[in-house]
């Protein structure tokens, strides 16, 4: 039995550490940044790199997972229980063009920005998502 | 025992609450463009954590005014009205409410200005909180 709780508390920690970027880093983003300044203020790596291309530009896309929000999810059995969480995580597409950040966010943000350039790579971008999504 | 436990729980959750000093996004659905500095205040629950002035470099004579805001992450109903765990900016010129948003959102936007806005309010923000 102590085994068995001993292996769950490494296997929470375990996934405890697995990194997603919060909203509060995001903040700091501004267009035109480099890749090298933006992976500097995320302090993370991306899941994923690839290209997507519109009208002849090519555009580099890198895709980080970003920690949305946390959902009640139950309590713990026991006498002393607790509330449990979950975290909602999400990809996060941060958008490159010439080597400098043009538009970063949700596939959902991509859609629906007001920004028109961004709105016609959106198409693209989601039909690239899909195919990655489904070959993997 | 368990009751005092229960008990002590309770009270843990109550204060945790009253003194949790994020709100969620619908609150912030009052806000309307034009609203003067008193208005905003008055119809948000809870006060903001922190309010500052910014000075643009591109039009040094412009001064901004920032209230932050902490927004509580949420679902939202059926995917609708989402909030993001994030700071949140009201930010005005003249005592007018000209912008709310997440930095993130002010700093992607279209509008240049709006996007040295975001920029500079972070920053600052930054230094003094």
Known sequence: ?136 | MNKIICILFCTISLLSCFSNPKISIYELKELQKGMAYSEVVSRVRKKPVNEFEIRLNSSPSNKYFILVYEIQGSQGFLGVGRGYDSDYFAVFKNDTLMYMGYPFDMNRHPDATLNEIGRTAVAEYEKIK
């Open chain 1, 1 to 136: 039995m102590a085994i068995k709780i001993a292996a769950f508390i490494v296997l929470c920690t375990l996934f405890s550490c697995k990194s997603y970027l919060i909203f509060n880093t995001i903040n700091k983003l501004h267009k035109g940044m480099t890749k090298e300044a933006v992976l500097k203020v995320l302090e993370d790596k991306p899941v994923k790199e690839f290209t997507v291309t519109v009208n002849g530009q090519t555009y580099d896309v890198y895709d980080f997972e970003v920690k949305t929000y946390s959902n009640l999810v139950g309590m713990s059995g026991g006498t002393n229980s607790f509330p449990l969480y979950q975290d909602n995580i999400d990809d996060y597409y941060l958008l490159y063009f010439n080597g400098k950040l043009r538009y970063w966010g949700t596939l959902v943000e991509y859609s629906e920005t007001e920004d028109y350039e961004i709105s016609v790579i959106s198409k693209e971008l989601y039909n690239k998502v899909n195919l990655l999504n489904n070959v993997k």
